[in-house]
């Protein structure tokens, strides 16, 4: 069984980097696409970063273009959002997800077979 759990946030000064980690578990994780999402109070569920369960195809979101890298180490089941020169707008909750399907994650959206983490709380604030 999939289990996906998310480390890595807390409170930061604008500007500052974070690096969020989420553990694979359960399944084969090169098998698996890993998409970084988040959502705020009051707004909808964002979709950040993706890669491919080879890590050989990422796909970002404008918003973080530029300022957010994913990578991933199968060998570790672990994939990463490195997040640098962070906005009090950046700050949420912090999820990742899974689906056999690239393309799913990569539009953003998550198939009948995906799942989800539970959330790490990023604050950026000064």
């Known amino acids: 069984q999939l289990q996906l759990v998310e480390s890595g946030g807390g409170l930061v000064q604008p500007g500052g980097s974070l690096r969020l980690s989420c553990v694979v578990s359960g399944v084969t994780p090169d098998n698996y696409a890993i998409g970084w999402f988040r959502q705020a109070p009051g707004k909808e569920r964002e979709g950040l970063a993706c890669?491919?369960?080879?890590?050989?195809?990422?796909n970002y979101a404008d918003s973080v273009k530029g300022r957010f890298t994913i990578s991933r180490d199968n060998a570790k089941k672990t994939v990463y959002l490195q997040m640098n020169s962070l906005k009090p707008e950046d700050t949420a909750v912090y999820y990742c997800a899974a689906d056999p399907y690239y393309d799913n994650l990569s539009s953003w959206s998550i198939g009948p077979f995906g799942s989800w983490g539970q959330g790490t709380q990023v604050t950026v604030s000064s």
């Open positions: 890669i491919s369960g080879s890590g050989g195809s990422t």
